[in-house]
């Protein structure tokens, strides 16, 4: 196919100086470890209680990734904990993942975009600009705006007899240090729009069959401020109640279905990394994103959801309160998980692996999350957490090299997924029923 060329004339310079500025919060000696935990996470815990240190990871019950600073290192290495450092200088790890240089001539099928990181308005700007090679069958949309007033953009895609199909939905960057999300997203709305406009059997009979909503940064702010003043920060931007100091929620604990059903599920700290807000829906993003997968569900109903994340390599599907309630769907959901975890695999050069299963029983309880809310609430007939690479190398941090691996990788993923949503390949339900809401 002739590559679409959007009449543009000027070449961005992606590693641009919003990224490349160092943030205001410094890095420069901070260590990142890996601590192996196995039997004994509470004795790790114990002698860790003794210093001052950031979490990052989830597996708790096999590892612990921890940010050291420079004034406690002497302190943790007295620990003698069994560990491997991921970073043994974080700032310089931040100065590298936003130093390298790309040139992208915004001409969409320029795969140089997914060489670098990029700052939200070119995250803005390239979606724009799939939507001018693919203007019949693409609209773009807005999930509402943020507290900071940034839009939560989207692109809407479909194909044959118009839109109106059953619904599957993307969001991405909930979480604003977990740059790699956005960069999923837009591979796989560029692969639907390139491979439609080729005459790519595979793809039109996709876009034929579904309608695509996909919002590749819903938490615009989180991220803005990532890139400009603190490289490690998670929630939105919201002043905290009251008179706490802390900023912050957890748009990803703010949800409604069972936003308080678990004290373990999420905190009532402002300063918490998981705080869940005063009230369900409480940050402005959240009611957008709400009232938007809602308007979905009315409208043409929703076939997928799914929340990409990172890091650590797992399909998870509901419920995140692992003691109480399994879905009905959970057969069909394993083993599509399984199935996509297979073809991931075989896909990348790096073999890269995924753990699956419900998101409770799997990693730990959490509560007012969206594939929760959007299975009981938007009746999403699959509802996924898919949580990026990697493993431990580099956690959050990581490197441009990884872009093109990783988008790919979940490309491979998602084709195999969108052939099983309307197949019947396995007998029998899950271990319990849910009605829903």
């Known amino acids: 196919m002739k590559a679409v060329c959007l009449n543009l004339l000027w070449i961005s310079v992606i590693a641009g100086a919003a990224i490349r500025a160092p943030s205001a919060v410094s890095y420069d000696g901070f260590k990142v470890f890996r601590i192996n935990t196995g039997q004994h996470l509470k004795a790790v815990q114990d002698k860790l209680s003794t210093i001052t240190f950031d979490q990052w990871n989830h597996d708790i019950d096999h590892h612990l990734d921890v940010v050291i600073s420079p004034d406690q290192l002497a302190a943790f290495e007295k620990l003698n904990l069994d560990c491997h450092a991921m970073h043994e200088n974080l700032g310089e790890s931040i100065t590298a993942e936003s130093s390298q240089n790309s040139v992208w001539k915004r001409q969409v099928e320029d795969q140089s975009w997914y060489d670098t990181y990029h700052d939200y308005d070119q995250h803005v700007q390239y979606f724009e600009d799939l939507h001018a090679a693919f203007p019949d069958n693409s609209e773009l949309i807005s999930s509402g705006t943020s507290y900071e007033g940034r839009d939560l953009y989207g692109l809407h895609l479909w194909g044959a007899d118009g839109p109106g199909k059953p619904a599957i939905l993307y969001h991405g960057t909930v979480h604003a240090r977990e740059w790699i999300s956005a960069p999923v997203n837009e591979y796989i709305a560029l692969q639907l729009v390139t491979g ?135 057969g069909k959901w394993t083993k599509a998980s399984s199935m996509m975890s297979e073809v991931i695999r075989d896909s990348s050069n790096a073999s890269t692996t995924f753990t699956f299963g419900p998101s409770g029983a799997t990693l730990y309880t959490t509560t007012g999350t969206a594939p929760d809310h959007v299975y009981a609430y938007g009746r999403a007939e699959w509802s996924f957490t898919i949580e990026l690479r990697d493993t431990g190398n580099f956690g959050f941090v990581l490197p441009p090299d990884q872009i093109r691996g990783t988008v790919e990788e979940q490309w491979e993923g998602q084709k195999l997924l969108f052939t099983l949503l309307d197949e019947e390949f396995f007998d029998g339900e899950g271990p319990a029923m849910f009605t829903g809401v």
């Not at 706490?244 to 678990?262: K, L």
């Not at 109903?301 to 009905?328: N, R």
Request: aromatic residues 14%.
């Open 196 to 330: 439609y406009n080729s005459g790519d059997n595979v793809t039109q009979s996709f876009l034929d069959s579904y309608d695509f909503f996909i919002i590749p940064i819903v938490n615009p702010d989180g991220f803005v401020y990532t890139q400009k003043t603190e490289r490690l920060w998670r929630k939105n931007r919201q002043p905290g109640p009251g008179n706490a100091t802390c900023y912050g929620r957890d748009i990803n604990r703010n949800w409604q279905y069972g936003w308080d059903a678990n004290p373990l599920g999420a905190s009532t700290d402002p300063c918490s990394q998981v705080y869940r807000g005063e009230e369900p829906s409480d940050t402005p993003e959240n009611q957008g994103l709400d009232a938007y997968m809602r308007k979905i569900r009315d409208e043409q109903g929703i076939k997928l959801y799914i929340d990409w994340h990172s890091y650590g390599q797992y399909i998870l599907c509901p419920f995140g309160a692992k003691e109480t309630l399994y879905a009905p769907e959970l």
